[in-house]
């Protein structure tokens, strides 16, 4: 059964970090390229980073670069994201993706809250 699950996500008090991470079955990650996105209620996904499948171009929105690090371990066919220096406005589902045409997987999010 191909399955996209993130994990990681929680409370954490403003300026502090998470680490989330997206674990695939049923299909080798390093063929895809892989994509955090998150939504904050009453908003629209967006996206907050992307790696290509050669790991060679990776992508931030700016309003987490220099703050997050996305990255693989193809051993344990899983993607991190490194969240640091979170804010009230990181508060959001976050969702990895896979592609690779013609296939597209979602994993079913995970919650990330900012408060103190």
């Known amino acids: 059964q191909v399955q996209l699950v993130e994990s990681g996500g929680g409370l954490v008090q403003p300026g502090g970090s998470l680490r989330l991470s997206c674990a695939a079955s049923g299909f080798t990650l390093d063929d895809y390229a892989i994509g955090w996105f998150r939504q904050a209620p009453g908003k629209e996904r967006e996206a907050v980073s992307c790696v290509s499948s050669s790991d060679e171009f990776k992508y931030y929105a700016d309003s987490v670069k220099d703050r997050f690090t996305i990255s693989r371990d193809n051993a344990k066919n899983t993607v991190y994201l490194q969240m640091n220096s979170l804010q009230p406005e990181d508060t959001a589902v976050y969702y990895c993706?896979?592609?690779?045409?013609?296939?597209?997987?979602w994993g079913q999010g995970t919650q990330v809250t900012v408060s103190s």
């Open positions: 993706n896979a592609y690779r045409w013609p296939s597209h997987y």
